[in-house]
């Protein structure tokens, strides 16, 4: 059974930093691709960053710079370092397998995610 728990989120002012993590299970996740992505109020949910398992990364150009994926594969475990936060970086943040969620779409398993507000 996929279990995704992610942590780590908050309010914080513009400028600041948060580091998110993601604790998967029931998957075999060192060979996964995992993304972040994020869900703000009235928008569709979009990927930010993803890793590959070998560790080759991909941001969306909105966070590209600022923000950091990483992943431990030894902890079942991925991270989003983000820095230089923007009010409009304000969503809730879930991680997930892209390949998945492409194939699986709606049926797609979700966590729970974690709030990250970001003030002005």
């Known amino acids: 059974q996929v279990q995704l728990v992610e942590s780590g989120g908050g309010l914080v002012q513009t400028g600041g930093s948060l580091r998110l993590s993601c604790a998967a299970s029931g998957i075999d996740f060192s060979i996964n691709i995992m993304g972040w992505y994020r869900q703000a109020p009235g928008k569709q949910r979009e990927l930010v960053a993803s890793?590959?398992?070998?560790?080759?990364?991909n941001y969306a150009d909105s966070v590209k710079g600022r923000f950091t994926i990483s992943r431990d594969n030894a902890k079942n475990t991925v991270y989003l370092q983000m820095n230089s936060l923007k009010p409009e970086d304000t969503a809730v943040y879930y991680c997930?397998?892209?390949?998945?969620?492409?194939?699986?779409?709606?049926?797609?398993?979700w966590g729970q995610g974690t709030q990250v507000t970001v003030s002005s």
């Open positions: 997930n397998d892209p390949l998945v969620v492409s194939t699986k779409g709606g049926s797609a398993y």
């Open positions: 890793i590959a398992s070998r560790g080759s990364t």
